[in-house]
Nanobody
Framework: QVQLVESGGGLVQPGGSLRLSCAASGISLSFYVMGWYRQAPGEHRDLVALITIGSNTNYADSVKGRFTISRDNAKNAVYLQMNSLKPEDTAVYSC???????????WGQGTQVTVSS
């Protein structure tokens, strides 16, 4: 059974930092393109950051320079370091694994990030 489990969300003040983790079981993340997505209430789910199998990265314009995605294949995990957080970053953050050859996709259950004073 494949599982992606996010952790690290919570309540943080504007300007603060959080580090999200996505741990996988049942699959080897080294074969997957990994992404972090977020969905605010009433909004669509949007891509925040992407990391390829070769560790190339891509970011939404709204988080460039503030967020960093990374992967540790030995730990079978992906991370999202979020700095200089803003209230508009408040959302449920979910990780996504996409196999580029088979097209198979897996999602985690999400973790809430709330940025508020």
């Amino acid at each position: 059974q494949v599982q992606l489990v996010e952790s690290g969300g919570g309540l943080v003040q504007p300007g603060g930092s959080l580090r999200l983790s996505c741990a996988a079981s049942g699959i080897s993340l080294s074969f997957y393109v990994m992404g972090w997505y977020r969905q605010a209430p009433g909004e669509h789910r949007d891509l925040v950051a992407l990391i390829t199998i070769g560790s190339n990265t891509n970011y939404a314009d709204s988080v460039k320079g503030r967020f960093t995605i990374s992967r540790d294949n030995a730990k079978n995990a992906v991370y999202l370091q979020m700095n200089s957080l803003k209230p508009e970053d408040t959302a449920v953050y979910s990780c996504n694994a996409h196999h580029p050859t088979t097209g198979r996709v897996y999602w985690g259950q999400g973790t809430q990030v709330t940025v508020s004073s």
